[in-house]
């Protein structure tokens, strides 16, 4: 079934009874060549570049929900390549460039909205760093303008920019940047793999891996043993639990972070601004809903929701950067669980267990790099070799100390990241 103007058009003079369901929703085979484990947007995306890239397609997603019911669901869907570091800069700037082809690609539409990404500085020691980022970002071959005061004033008039704490200097504007629906990348990608001949399992939570000799031999799942060759863990905030059940212990915390969405409004908001002090940001959904976030709940958890103080502390943030949306009512909030990393940045690796393959550590930004990991890490796990843009993402980093991406600069606090 491919989606076009014209389908939407017959489909709409007939009563839209020709639509059909997007993927399979199959059941187990005993064996597959490479199992992955979660059905989030890495999985996802991981499955359709293993079959598409690589022409693999005796392969399994499973997971233990449904498709797109884990974080990749949860996200404020914002998407950019404005990453400063070595490593994290070349891979950003690869998945920008998938996310750019991304809907001709899989026929589906994912709502890419690239209407710029706004990161506000509020001292002079801010602006500097945003012009470092900013030349950075250029260097890469991205793009990045640093903008002054009185710019900032006309694009966003209804900042609070003389807030006598939290003065607006300027900000970085990257205009490539933006949302996407973040739904539609999940549904986009099953139905890419599925339509590829991939098996999308769900309701099937993986409870054991199997190893033979330090190699992998299948998984132990609610539906019962599947044996595979290869065996890619993406797994996002459960990544420490999987991972142990191959006998592994990774440098991550599982931290919640959670999200805010309000009401319906006219079009108010046209871009995705970051406040530079209180880690507070926004944007405007296609609905209306004004959606935002900040920082991550200051203690581990697996729960999927967050608790009152980060609330209070987003709530303010906004009120500080943005009164005017004091007059709007929250209509909802929820709460992800984040693979957090000591220094912020992902992991796509092999394993000390050969033909197991892991990819985690995305910490609260791995929604953008969702078609770029994928691709990676389908390289990684087709050919055995590390794709350039993600070749920083070793586990052993955190052994050995080289090639630490500390893109805060915070240092080996999980929750700061
Ligand atoms: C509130 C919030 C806001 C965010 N905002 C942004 C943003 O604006 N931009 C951005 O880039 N990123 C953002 N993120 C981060 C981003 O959503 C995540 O980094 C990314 O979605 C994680 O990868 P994933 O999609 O594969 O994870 P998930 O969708 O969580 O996929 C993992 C899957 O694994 C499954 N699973 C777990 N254990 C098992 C098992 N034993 N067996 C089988 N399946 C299993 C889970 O059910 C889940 O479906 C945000 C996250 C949250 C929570």
Not at 58 to 79: C, F, M, P, Q, W
Not at 150 to 168: G, K, Q, S
Not at 228 to 235: F, P, R, S, Y
Request: aromatic share 8%; glycine share 16%; charged share 20%.
């Amino acid at each position: 079934m491919r989606f076009s103007g014209w389908r939407v058009l017959r489909e709409g003079l007939t009563g839209n009874k020709g639509w059909g369901p997007h993927w399979r929703d199959a059941t187990p085979k005993p064996e597959y060549d490479a199992i992955i484990i979660g059905g989030g947007g890495h999985g996802l995306s991981t499955a359709y570049y293993l079959a598409k890239e690589h022409g693999m397609r005796n392969i399994a997603v499973l997971e233990k929900g449904y498709l797109g019911g884990g974080n990749v669901g949860r996200n404020t869907t914002i998407v950019r390549a404005n990453y400063f570091l070595d490593g994290n800069s070349q891979f950003y700037s690869h998945s920008l460039k998938l996310w750019e082809g991304l809907e001709q690609d899989l026929n589906y539409n994912a709502m890419l909205s690239q209407r710029g990404v706004i990161m506000l500085g509020h001292s002079d020691g801010q602006m500097d760093n945003l012009a470092r980022r900013g030349n950075s970002i250029r260097g890469q071959g991205d793009d990045a303008e640093l903008l002054g005061k009185a710019e900032i004033r006309a694009l966003l008039p209804y900042l609070n920019a003389d807030n006598t704490r939290f003065p607006v200097y300027g900000g970085l504007l990257h205009r490539r940047g933006g949302t996407a629906r973040h739904d539609a990348v999940a549904w986009g990608y099953a139905r890419g793999a599925s339509d590829r001949g991939v098996d999308l399992i769900q309701q099937c939570e993986v409870t054991g891996i199997d190893i033979e000799n330090g190699r992998v031999t299948g998984v132990q799942t609610t539906r019962g043993a599947i044996k595979a060759k290869k065996v890619g863990i993406v797994t996002a905030g459960r990544s420490g639990q999987v991972a142990a059940m191959a006998g592994m212990r990774l440098p991550i915390e599982s931290h919640v972070l959670q999200a805010f969405v309000s009401e319906g409004l006219k079009p108010c908001i046209d871009h995705v601004i970051s406040f530079g002090m209180g880690h507070f940001y926004i944007s405007q959904s296609d609905k209306g809903g004004l959606v935002f976030g900040g920082d991550l709940d200051f203690y581990a958890s697996y729960a999927a929701r967050g608790n009152l103080p980060m609330a209070e502390h987003v709530m303010e943030a906004g009120m500080t950067l943005i009164p005017m949306i004091g007059k709007a009512r929250v209509l909802r909030s929820w709460g992800g669980i984040m693979d957090m990393t000591p220094d912020g940045s992902p992991i796509i690796d092999k394993t000390g267990t050969e033909g197991l393959f892991i990819n985690c550590g995305w910490c609260y930004g791995g929604f953008k790099a969702v078609p770029g990991s994928g691709y990676s890490f389908a390289h990684l796990m087709a050919t055995g070799q590390h794709h350039a843009p993600a070749a920083n993402y070793r586990l052993d980093r955190f052994r050995t100390g080289v090639n630490l991406m500390d893109e805060e600069g915070t240092g080996a606090q999980h929750n700061l990241h």
